[in-house]
């Protein structure tokens, strides 16, 4: 059950335990009457494709992983519909009453930039405890991190400009609108249309009229006047509900000299919701910069995306905030971030013994292996040059030059010099007990931007970016050939 | 706050109360302040292209926005949050903590066949009660019916094959998967791998084995030995971990006969989940029919449509079952359903007087005044000619023939004769209170089916189908024309 409480006392309790893949049970309940219960494995959640062609992704949806991991627990109801499919175990689902997860999960920060192949979550833990996250884990990070990746690419097309998250009527639900909204403000929003997105996550939360006001009253000057006259510090008004050149934006001009100028306000901005918005916007400029509006900033909105917003800027579009709603929040010219949750290792007789998983595509192959993901950057720009993943006990000294090279073709090598390392994975849960301090929604939205801006843009071109560095160890290499060969000599066996 | 109690007694309680978007509550208390919360107005809930350029969609998620009604209140804590944001009057914030949804609403039934402009929802109520429903009534009716008609073109690109839905990992959030599954059975799948989603709304879920299963033992036999042990009865072997000829088939055969056949048990399946599955599936159903498994069906999963199971069915693929995951549950294709939401009249003095919104392009000016949708079917081949809009209070009568036309080419006319009508739309809230019966989700999912069903196969054509006939009545256009030239003609004296 999970319970939300935060500063307005406001509640929600939900029992998403029961959120995964049935097959999940039946693993389960196979590997409890097998005696395989106690087997520990590894499990690493990564993907294997930037959506839109991009270079990089942004990792997002720890907090809620972990919420749901701290709340994970079967009820009597639960088991008394597991016991109702007739396929289970009784004593396959009296040990899930008293379950809770006792592993370890090593995972990279929410707001990090992250690349095709690396591990954003790597899982210790009984098969058991391993399997029965899987949904929820796949479900958290695929989602908040497709929207994410997406926000930052909308909000880095704006060039500085604000950009407003008003998506929650197209979200795919609920979660999609309030969770959704989080993730964009990770990604870089200013803010939010959704209101329970504040309420659950502090993002700001805005809003002023719709066409539905405008078209209430007599006319659209009645409807300006009365909103003016109700909302004099924060007037914003809608002009395109009749006609944006000839109606609209007189009627504003003529509300801002009529109620709000006679008592030292000011009109706030106007928005546009319809027809060319490079055209207009910049009509509407000249308009309101002749009315001596300078200061009104105009608000532009209609099924903008990162390209959208970009050819308008090179058509010079006169726009000050972008309010971007479907395309965002479902992040519609990709709309599936495709992270996937393999086991990658297993103990056995207390030795790890790592696995893998073949495919006829070679980059579909796994790495197999208990690892880790480093992150190299240059001593002197602090850019990020390469990433590297190798097994979990390797270390990298960066008192020596490092030579990476490409998994695929190895003959492209490159040697590092002059290079720092993190490691971009930190312990989350340590036996089942998080041992991790939340940072603020604030604190990781500034920590990606802070990221990003570390990064080269050659990287973070829209189109075809320069692909950056994601190079295997030299031992896990190895580790993965042995594997390989091992199935493909079986099968030359036959 | 909504409680759902099922007969496991599973409890969920969410205050969604307050998901709306921020502007309709600077709105409603726009409305109150200025003397306006009584005025009664019109919405209709209306969308304006059918995606993946189909004929038609599916309407669904009216029994989530019944709920989301019934429920609709708001807390102390929801007045905190609000008082807090210092742009709403007390009083306005005092009328909010006593706040009852008071309207009437008439909606298309669950899992009805719809077109574009038609009003799927329409209300009738004080102004805002109108606008305090929008966000969440948009995005309950828009995410279902996303997910209802696309999940209906798979299942009838899969031509009475069973088709399930997996998707839960690649979902927008817990809503995405567990409201995405209900979506997903009433426009036809079979079932779920979300087990969640049976619980709360009975769409029966199965699993089986992840690659998981076969990874964890130390070879693929011994793994699928474990499982057709522990599950003799519905054993259904993944077989693409490896390799799918050379070894996962010959090892579940291997198995059929080492344990299945000699405690009289069958192979129920084998799955594939890569590869090429038209070639691979012709290959397996060889080998298992060369084996005697001829009952032993053939399931396919991988980034699986409507697109995709068509072209394998035409390569004769030997496919029993599909499972679609990303592409049903997101609606890859086009993972927005477009539903607007619009003031179309107002009363004043008693009278309902209608408005409107124009636009530059003529389709997106919405159909004005308190209206309804009929339905005419032919009374021979009950299949449906024809939908007509009308204002609310006209009668079309069955008896004398009725002349339909276009709305915008208004010289194309078709007159009907032989025909009875049925309206679409049923009263669903009268003056607050629910007045429909809920169907079972298994009655939706039976009526769509039959609804379908009585279409023509024109029309339901995935590529360039047909357009069906929604047209205007001689009144509705009368209307509607004389406000276009309303504001055409204020606009033409400035």
């Known amino acids: 059950m999970s319970k939300i409480t935060n500063n307005f006392n406001i509640k929600e309790e939900r029992n998403l335990s029961m959120l995964m893949d049935f097959y999940e049970l039946t693993m389960s309940n196979g590997y409890f009457v097998n005696g395989l219960a106690d087997t520990i494995v590894y499990f690493d959640m990564f993907y294997r494709k930037n959506p839109d062609g991009a270079g990089f992704s942004i990792v997002a949806g720890l907090e809620q992983l972990i919420e749901f991991i701290n709340n994970l627990k079967f009820t009597e109801g639960d088991i008394s519909y597991l016991r109702s499919k007739g396929i289970l175990s009784e004593e396959f689902l009296q040990y899930l009453l008293t379950f809770k997860f006792s592993g370890d999960i090593y995972a990279v920060p929410e707001g990090t930039p992250v690349f095709p192949n690396e591990a954003l979550i790597t899982i210790k833990a009984k098969v058991i405890d391993a399997q029965l996250i899987e949904t929820m884990l796949l479900l958290t990070i695929n989602h908040q991190s497709l929207i994410a990746t997406k926000a930052n690419r909308i909000v880095r097309a704006a060039q500085g400009r604000t950009v407003l998250e008003l998506g929650a009527r197209r979200a795919h639900g609920a979660d999609g609108a309030i969770i959704g909204a989080r993730a964009s403000y990770i990604g870089g929003v200013t803010g939010t249309a959704t209101t329970m997105a504040e309420i659950r996550f502090g993002v700001p939360a805005t809003g002023t009229m719709a066409h539905s006001w405008v078209q209430l009253f007599k006319d659209e000057y009645k409807a300006f006047e009365t909103y003016a006259k109700t909302y004099p510090d924060t007037c914003t008004l809608l002009v395109d509900t009749y006609d944006v050149i000839n109606s609209g934006i007189p009627n504003a001009i003529k509300v801002s000299k009529n109620v709000l100028e006679p008592i030292g306000k000011r009109l706030n901005a106007i928005r546009l919701d319809s027809g060319d918005l490079a055209y207009l916007s910049k009509k509407v400029r000249d308009i309101l910069d002749d009315a001596g509006l300078t200061d009104c900033k105009i608000v532009a909105s209609n099924s903008l995306d990162e390209y959208i917003i970009t050819e308008l800027l090179n ?145 973070k071109r829209f189109s075809n970016p320069h692909k950056y560095y994601v190079d295997i160890s030299q031992e896990l290499w190895s580790v993965k050939q042995d594997l390989i060969k091992r199935y493909r000599n079986s099968e030359d066996n036959e």
Not at 425 to 443: A, D, N, T
Not at 445 to 457: E, N, S, T
């Open 315 to 459: 058509q010079d579009a006169k726009i000050d905030i972008f309010g971007v709603g479907e395309r965002m929040v479902t992040a519609k010219s990709e709309p599936v971030f495709g992270g996937v949750y393999k086991l990658v290792a297993v103990e056995e007789d207390g030795q790890i013994v790592p696995r893998i998983k073949l495919s006829e595509n070679e980059e579909k192959i796994i790495n197999p292996g208990y690892k880790t993901v480093w992150r190299l950057y240059d001593k002197i720009s602090h850019k990020a040059i390469a990433d590297v993943i190798t097994l979990a006990n390797e270390i990298i000294d960066e008192t020596k030059p490092y030579t990476i090279f490409d998994p695929v073709l190895t003959w492209k090598k490159k040697k590092i010099i002059n290079f720092y390392v993190k490691k971009l994975q930190i312990p989350v849960f340590i036996k089942g007990q998080c041992v991790y301090e939340l940072p603020s929604i604030e604190e990781i939205k500034m920590y990606c931007k802070d990221q990003i801006d570390g990064m080269w843009a050659e990287v």
